[in-house]
């Protein structure tokens, strides 16, 4: 069974401090990997997806890299508006089309 | 439309009462999933549909609760004789044929007293 874990639960940065987001995952075989933003009363919205170890992808001040075991979502210079909580989810090749196992999130405050 | 657009936006109900959720998906989107997010904890997959077909139910998580999908488009979600662990905010999503980037609407929050 797929088993996505994130760390930390919540992380509180400084505006311009930058850290990394962890994704643990177990899957039989990976399809894809999945990157989500949520803002509080909303439903998640796509950042990134990843399908092999080595790929990397860059938007604005996120970015993402993968491993074969864990996947990391590094925030450079962060600004109070990336204050969301940030999802990690997998599919695995067994899975049907859009069954994702997603991890509990990391909640992230950047306080100016 | 623009988005995923899902009603109620609220829902308060009583335990033993049965509900109804909608969920509009994106025009020419083919496939709808639904998901469950319980407070504190990850997304959980329900169904998915690909037109009126629902090739997965694997997630329903009793007899309780069933979907269905209608012209390829609208969605409803049932949740009958509704308990307290029902309580959630139900997401909906879509996404092309082919295509396992979803895009969600803002969901429902089910409150069951």
């Known amino acids: 069974e797929d088993q996505v874990t994130q760390s930390p639960e919540a992380l509180r940065l400084q505006e311009g401090e930058s850290s990394s987001l962890n994704c643990s995952y177990t899957v039989s075989g990976l399809r894809g990997l999945f990157w989500y933003r949520q803002d509080p009363g909303k439903g998640p919205e796509f950042l990134f997806t990843l399908y092999s170890a080595g790929e990397e992808k860059e938007k604005e001040r996120l970015k993402a890299t993968l491993t074969k075991k864990e996947s990391f979502l590094h925030i450079t210079a962060p600004k109070p508006e990336d204050s969301a909580t940030y999802l990690c989810?997998?599919?695995?090749?067994?899975?049907?089309?859009?069954?994702?196992?997603f991890g509990a999130g990391t909640q992230v405050v950047v306080t100016p | 439309g623009a988005g995923v657009s899902q009603s109620p936006s609220n829902k308060v109900t009583e335990k033993g009462k049965d509900v109804e959720l909608r969920c509009d998906p994106i025009?020419?989107?083919?496939?709808l999933y639904w998901y469950r997010q319980s407070l504190g904890q990850g997304l959980e997959f329900l169904i998915y549909f690909q037109g009126n077909s629902a090739p997965d139910k694997s997630g329903l998580p009793s007899d309780r609760f069933s979907a269905e999908r209608t012209g390829g488009s609208v969605s409803t979600l049932t949740i009958q004789r509704t308990q307290q662990e029902d309580s959630a905010v139900y997401l909906c999503a879509s996404s092309r044929s082919g295509a396992n980037v979803l895009t969600f609407g803002a969901g429902s929050r089910l409150t069951v007293l």
């Open positions: 025009s020419g989107h083919t496939a």
């Open positions: 989810a997998v599919q695995g090749t067994t899975d049907s089309w859009g069954k994702l196992q």
